[in-house]
């Protein structure tokens, strides 16, 4: 089996290094960032609303091997702001 490039990238953290600040390599497509809330990095797959706007830290080649490094899969909406410019939680 002969490996990739980005394959042989890989470190680790898991993953591979993104080809540019704003995308990652073709077999690597989803996104993660760390989060500034929490140890766990943020990815984002390929079509979420999102994904385009990420600048990438790592990349992965698929969402279950982003979580089994330990990312969590990211948000596609904030909650709505208040008056204040808070956030308020959403209502279930």
Do not use: L, N, W
Not at 2 to 26: E, F, I, K, L, M
Not at 34 to 39: D, G, N, P, T, Y
């Amino acid at each position: 089996m002969v490996a990739t490039a980005s394959a042989a990238a890989a470190d680790s953290t898991g993953g591979v290094p993104p080809a540019t600040t704003s995308s990652c390599p073709s077999d690597h497509p989803i996104k993660v960032y760390a989060s500034r809330h929490s140890e766990a990095g943020v990815y984002y797959a390929p079509g979420s609303a999102s994904y385009a706007r990420v600048k990438p830290e790592r990349c992965f080649a698929s969402e279950a091997e982003a979580r089994q490094a330990g990312h969590r899969a990211g948000r596609e909406e904030q909650p709505p702001a208040s008056d204040d410019g808070r956030f308020r939680r959403r209502q279930p």
